[in-house]
């Protein structure tokens, strides 16, 4: 007996992944779904590093399926680095610079989209910090409400402005990007319960919002071999990049190797579309089977 499929030759390479600039480029869409639809993805920027970080990635790869991509983000340079990997592909895009933490610039995403494209189908909020984050007794006021006002305050004010252009139009999905933190035991505070916050905030303006035909769902990732995550966290804990990858590695169940930000992309792609046209509320795991050892 042989587990081998004799339809298979053994001789014959798999494909090989898309590549650019050294790196792995994500998968070719397999279908341009998003054609004629706008799609703005907030946290669209990214921390320098050698990978790739979500938001860039959920940028290019809705990009890939035929949507127009507002790429907003606080850092306008690393925003318009996006926008040119977007072009150089075929694909349609501009940048806008946003502090989401201002209402007044939350309004303006809303604004600048329909002056630009004219209207939105898709909002993918990606920003999260951890800036400042550690236990309960000695997390101090300050970080614990610039986390909080990033992470949540700052996803209920995007969802504010754009929510009512949704649902005016009877159509549309928002993507919420929230963290397996927030149903694992993790070491910090203000991190895991503002991601607690993104999850009870998704389910209200599902159901808020599911008459008036819009989606609104989120994406729990597990440990990503991102810039942010990598680059960012050996650089605040004085740690060798290569060393914190494999003490990373090590915690993940499917085989012992974190994901890529290729991999939440796909899973925006997926809720973004009509592929998911009967999904709303859920809170997605992308996290190698992280969070099922809860506790």
Known sequence: MTDADPSVDPSTDPPRPRVANGHLAGPDPVERRLVGRVAVV??????PGSTIGNGRAAAILLARDGATVLAVDRDLGSAAETVAMIEAEGGTAAALQADITSEDDCRAIAEGVIQRFGRIDVLVNNVGIGTGDTGATKLTEESWDLIHDVNLKGMWLTCKHVLPLLRAQGSGSVVNISSVAAVCSVGFLAYKTSKAGVNALTHQLAMTSAKRG???NAIMPGLMDTPMAIEGISQAAGVDPDELRRQRDAVVP???KMGTAWDVAEAVLYLASDRSRFVTGVILPVDGGQQ????
């Open 42 to 47: 907030v946290g669209a920027g990214q921390t």
């Open 214 to 216: 819009v989606r609104v």
């Open 254 to 256: 499917l085989g012992a």
């Open 292 to 295: 099922a050892r809860v506790g």
